[in-house]
């Protein structure tokens, strides 16, 4: 049994962001870290495999080499294998040949009838949301989004899906994928020992070489030519007119409720 | 014959209509409202696409919003939403008519129903736009308001009429316009509460072409089973529709708990108001993402 | 120093462990209280800090000093006394048997200790033997399979808490001085051994420390650490470790204070601007930083040649807990003046730094015992 989690490492939106002049986003000025929903991911297949010990937890990314450090940090965790999916001919694929090539990468992994595959919800960077369900689509199993919670019984998964207004319990037989949310649950650490181990654990890379026998690996279906949407434009929006701060004391208070008053707001 | 690679065999605008317990939520009236303009700047027809068990009178509510035509299936397979009975009948609807564009509002629902279809369809997919063009012209006057381009140095295909869908990125510290050159359809989900809605037209709701579609769903589709669908009792937290938001910060740190109730009961002074909270705050973990505005989060428009 | 792949991963999960884990309300409960919270040393020993540099035959982890000091100056960084939590199994705990117990020793106790199932501490302070080690005057007498303890240890940090203590005591009375001595393991729980009241502490709150008393303790000679009348000298080579742990803990002590100092300068405003802007406080904020380097880039240099196995190893820790303690209290010291009277309260958090920087230049040997072991290793 294999817990197959796709994972991606981005640039930090919450401290600095650095643009080009060119309107995109410079990521060597930015930390990189660890998509915070594909921890949740990450976490969910090793809980899953804490009460499943005979489970193998195996984390895939798509990245350039500087990306192996966080899959060093996943193994670190609790992941048993780690495989690095990188190459020149994988650069500039938008999600449709992002989600081409992990899921050509899960073949090659190979899925069994007991696997679950999870993904995070979607990264902080496009927070576009697509890449999980893509990729079930083309292995051709079912996908349960936004879970809040998931249970293992055998070969079913009941899987607490979350709404707008509520949530959905739902069933799905392996294999099968999930895409995680923050409420899922809270990232573990690495450990200690996990640090002091993590290079004599199974680590693989996969370039074009690896994949390209792989069916859903084409040259038209990767990279940059493989991919249906092509950035047009893009741009920083406008600066909005700084607020102004207030002192938070009783004399700002009268002055915040003297303001809105005047501007019949209260 | 389907081809997503012959360009000129699509046509039409197409918005998928999310229908949940019997209702349209509002966000497929204001894809339709958007669809219209943009269906007006092609010179093509609108349609929606309703699906469900017995929605079939829901579909004059699409036509109000300016539709010309709805597209119904129904089958007591599609009384509530599962990935695999829905990607079927959006896909296979798409095989038949080839419209050009296909909307689908950014919810949770089609936030997973739209990258499904995307893959099947084997065409791009814009997630979560908050500003759709057709007309270059139109987006050069979008580009003069919201960035710091300058337009009119730059050279612009003025004839091009494919779709230019402009969405938030990384945080929303960068906007993306994004295009579909060489697939069909062209395929946006739209974020919620952004567009506006137009009027309810009457007339056009009486005067909408309803064409039903059959369907060769069967259970065995469905690889999913929806075990329970849950309302959950908690209070729903209406930003878009809210007079008064209180928002908090990466501020209540030191205190989050103590921060948030503090601002409910300021939002209660000033008249019921929803606390509301920045990306900071939610991805501390101090409050759930419901609670979030801003680029990434609702888009907003309070009173205060 | 620059540090390699494993180092940096080991700082970044002990910080990350710190900051989230030592919550504002664990470091004033423990504070409040005084007590020791088992919660978040449980939580410590599931992660394996309790065992960071315990060989992992024996149920450790298998890091090496450089690793463990890197976690005790993370964890002191937010809260010293917390990092004492995990320091004792890996320094004058667990530090006896790594150094010269016997194969039966290590199997039996030493797991549980890395684990943190177990706690185990070290009594050398007599009342009357403190930096003179040799004036010990707790007795152990041979009785056939066993030797009968009697005497009184104190300021035994962890005791009141304690499983097992690690006690020097004197196999031959005739013997003078450092001579004689021997080491054994104490189970807290045998008949005869019994604490004394937590003492009122400045700082490092919440750790308890006590005196400990045995009356006709009979421990059994298969719990006797190392050679007989030869404990004296495996005391010593403990407290080298110990004393790598403590700079260390200086170390993070040193750099919470900075921070808070660093942040204040910025925020605080007067005559019209941050505090910061003036020299008077710019530069203290430079030797403050300037200090914190060079210590750090002796204590890691400290514990790679110590594990290398370097003959100035003994002399160099002396010299890493000498400078970093002192360097400790000199920036915390300013730490405090930087906030002005804000320092002085309790709610500011650089005046806990404060109270904990005091201990660093006392236990484990006093800035004058380093300053002794220092000159005695120059003048040789």
Redesign the interface.
């Known amino acids: 049994m294999k817990y197959i989690v796709c994972v991606k490492q981005v640039p930090d939106t919450q401290g600095k962001v650095a643009v080009k002049e060119d309107g995109t986003m410079d990521r060597s000025k930015m930390a990189a870290i660890i998509n915070p929903d594909d921890l949740n991911a990450v976490e969910a297949a090793l809980t899953l495999k804490d009460s499943n010990p005979d489970a193998k937890v195996v984390v895939v990314t798509m990245g350039p080499p500087p990306a192996a450090g966080m899959l060093h940090e996943l193994l670190a965790m609790g992941a048993d294998e780690a495989v690095l999916v990188s190459g020149r001919e994988f650069g500039g694929s938008d999600t449709f040949a992002t989600s081409q090539i992990l899921a050509g990468a899960i073949s090659h992994i190979g899925i069994e009838a007991d696997d679950v595959i999870f993904c995070g919800r979607q990264a902080i960077d496009g927070d576009t949301a697509q890449v999980g369900p893509q990729i079930a689509e083309k292995l051709g199993i079912p996908q349960i989004s936004y879970a809040a919670d998931i249970e293992q019984n055998g070969n079913t998964l009941k899987v607490k899906r979350v709404l707008e207004d509520g949530y959905m319990t739902i069933e799905a037989d392996t294999p099968c994928l999930i895409t995680c949310i923050k409420e899922l649950n809270k990232p573990r650490y690495m450990t200690v020992s996990g640090i002091l181990e993590f290079d004599k654990k199974p680590y693989s890379v996969f370039d074009y070489e690896t994949l390209k026998d792989e069916p859903l690996i084409e040259a038209d279906t990767i990279g940059l030519k493989g991919s249906p949407t092509n950035v047009y434009k893009s741009f920083s929006p406008p600066q909005k007119a700084p607020g102004r701060m207030i002192a938070a004391n009783e004399s700002g208070v009268k002055e915040l409720a003297q303001e809105l008053a005047a501007k019949h707001i209260i | 014959m389907y081809d997503c690679t012959d360009i000129k065999s699509f046509s039409g605008v197409m918005v998928f209509c999310e229908a949940r317990e019997g209702k349209i939520n509002t966000t497929s009236f204001e894809l339709l409202s958007e669809g219209r303009k943009l269906a007006d700047d092609l010179g093509t027809e609108l349609s929606g696409l309703l699906i469900g068990k017995d929605v079939k009178g829901l579909a004059g509510q699409i036509g109000g919003y300016g539709a010309d035509k709805v597209y119904v299936v129904e089958s007591p397979l599609l009384e509530?939403?599962t990935?695999?009975a829905y990607?079927k009948v959006i896909s296979d609807v798409v095989h038949e008519k080839k419209p050009e564009i296909l909307l689908i509002g950014a919810?949770?629902?089609g936030?997973?129903l739209?990258?499904?279809c995307?893959?099947?369809l084997?065409?791009?997919?814009?997630?979560?736009a908050t500003h759709l063009d057709i007309d270059t012209g139109k987006y050069l006057d979008f580009?003069r308001e919201?960035?710091?381009?300058d337009v009119d140095s730059m050279k612009w295909d003025m004839e091009d009429k494919g779709l230019?869908m402009t969405r938030?990125?990384?945080?929303?510290?960068?906007?993306?316009?994004?295009?579909?050159?060489?697939?069909r359809p062209q395929m946006s989900t739209v974020r919620p509460g952004v567009l506006k809605c137009a009027e309810f037209d009457q007339a056009k709701a009486d005067s909408v072409v309803i064409e039903e579609l059959k369907t060769d769903l069967s259970d065995a589709d469905l690889?999913?089973?929806?075990?329970?669908?849950?309302?959950?009792t908690k209070e729903?937290v209406d930003l878009l529709g809210a007079e008064v938001i209180v928002s908090v910060g990466q501020g209540i740190a030191?205190d989050p708990e103590k921060g948030i109730a503090l601002a409910s009961e300021l939002a209660e002074v000033?008249?019921g108001g929803v606390v509301g909270a920045s990306r900071?705050a939610v991805?501390a973990?101090f409050i759930?993402?419901?609670h979030q505005v801003g680029?990434?989060g609702k888009t907003v428009r309070p009173?205060? | 120093m620059i540090l390699d792949e494993k180092r940096l991963l080991m700082r970044k999960l002990c910080r990350e462990f710190a900051e989230n884990e030592f919550t504002d309300e664990l470091l004033d409960r423990l504070e409040e209280t005084g007590e020791f919270d088992w919660d978040i040393f449980h939580k410590m020993g599931q992660y394996g800090f309790c065992g960071v540099k315990i060989p992992k035959e024996y149920g450790g982890q298998g890091g090496d000093s450089l690793d463990y000091v890197i976690m005790v100056e993370e964890f002191a960084k937010v809260s010293p006394v917390l990092s004492l939590y995990a320091n004792t199994s890996n320094s004058l705990g667990g530090g006896p048997l790594m150094i010269c117990g016997n194969e039966e020793q290590k199997a039996k106790y030493l797991g549980d200790v890395a684990s943190g199932k177990k706690i185990m501490i070290f009594c050398l302070t007599e009342p009357g033997a403190g930096s003179d080690a040799g004036g010990t005057i707790t007795t152990a007498k041979e009785d056939g399979d066993y030797f009968i303890l009697n005497g009184r240890k104190t300021f035994a940090s962890g005791a009141p808490i304690a499983d097992y203590a690690c006690v020097l005591a004197k196999t031959d009375t005739s013997l003078r001085g450092s001579k004689g001595i021997s080491m054994f393991i104490v189970d807290m729980k045998l008949p005869g051994v019994n604490c004394g009241k937590p003492e009122h502490k400045m700082g490092i709150v919440g750790y308890p420390t006590s005196d400990v008393i045995f009356e006709d303790v009979r421990v059994h000679k298969d719990d006797m650490v190392g050679k007989r009348d030869k404990g004296f000298g495996a005391a010593m080579a403990t407290l080298d470790g110990g004393r790598l742990g403590i700079a260390a803990q200086s170390l993070g002590i040193a750099e919470g204070a900075y921070a808070e100092a660093l942040k204040y300068a910025k925020e605080r405003k007067q005559f019209g601007q941050p505090i910061a802007n003036f020299q008077a406080i710019s530069f203290m904020l430079a030797d403050m930083a300037t200090e914190i380097e060079a210590a750090r880039e002796l204590i890691y240099s400290t514990a790679i040649k110590k594990d290398a196995g370097d003959p100035e190893a003994s002399k160099l820790c002396a010299m890493s807990k000498l400078f970093a303690s002192e360097m400790c209290n000199r920036v915390a010291y300013k730490a405090v003046q930087i906030h002005g009277g804000y320092g002085y309260i309790k709610e500011y958090k650089v005046e806990r730094f404060y109270r904990d920087a005091r201990i660093t230049s006392l236990y484990e040997g006093t800035s004058q015992i380093q300053q002794l072991v220092i000159a005695n290793t120059i003048l040789r």
């Open positions: 509530t939403y990935t695999d990607t919810t949770n629902i936030r997973d739209g990258p499904r995307a893959a099947r084997h065409t791009g997919l814009t997630a979560d580009l919201s960035s710091t381009i230019k938030p990125a990384f945080g929303g510290h960068l906007m993306a316009t994004i295009i579909c050159p060489r697939f690889k999913t089973r929806v075990l329970e669908v849950v309302k959950e729903i030191k000033l008249g900071a991805d973990g759930s993402g419901d680029q990434t009173h205060i």
